[in-house]
Structure formats: structure tokens, C-alpha cells
């Protein structure tokens, strides 16, 4: 996991119209990026995501088979460059 910094606690989340600060938002963005997706079958041609990101196939729970986002996308898909690891 990378290093991600809490934002200041007494620092409001969002601001006077009801939407989250940058500095909020850009914590639950680095957070959600943390998340492993979690899926039945390949997310090849299937799961949008960030280049990075990991899949865990949930088919055979028991043994679930991991993908990394290798390429951000490939002819400007990004379902698509998914890697087995």
C-alpha cells in the first residue's frame, strides 16, 4: 500500500455547498485506488480501471486468481490490458 496521508481531522470534509474538499476528495481518490476489485472471471475486455489497479477472480474463492492493470488502456479501452500474476 502506498503511503496516504489522513487529512486533517479537524478540517472540514466538505465545503459550504455540500461537496467534498479537494483536499477530501483527493484522499478518498488515493484511498479507492487501494481497493482490490473483486469479480467472477476475467476482467480482461470487461473491468474499466486504473493502471495498477488488482482483480481478484472470486471464481474458486478458495484459490482466487489475481490481475494487475498493466497498461492504462490499449487503443484507448481501458477494459482492456489486464496481466495474470
Known amino acids: 500500500m502506498s503511503d496516504i496521508v489522513s ?12 461537496r467534498p474538499t479537494q483536499v477530501f476528495w483527493s484522499w478518498m481518490e488515493a484511498i479507492s485506488r487501494e481497493i482490490v ?3 467472477t ?9 486504473s493502471q495498477g489497479r488488482i482483480y481478484a477472480d472470486m471464481t474458486v474463492s478458495a ?5 494487475l492493470k498493466r497498461q492504462a488502456s490499449i ?3 481501458a477494459k482492456r ?3 495474470a500474476v
Not at 7 to 18: E, F, H, L
Not at 41 to 49: C, F, I, L, R
Not at 63 to 67: A, I, K, Q, S
Open 63 to 67: 484459490t482466487p486468481v489475481l490481475y
Open 37 to 39: 476489485i473483486r469479480g
Open 41 to 49: 472471471g476475467s476482467p480482461e475486455n470487461v473491468v474499466a480501471a
Open 81 to 83: 490490458g489486464w496481466e
Open 7 to 18: 487529512p486533517n481531522i479537524q478540517a472540514p470534509i466538505v465545503d459550504k455547498n455540500g
Open 75 to 77: 487503443s484507448g479501452d
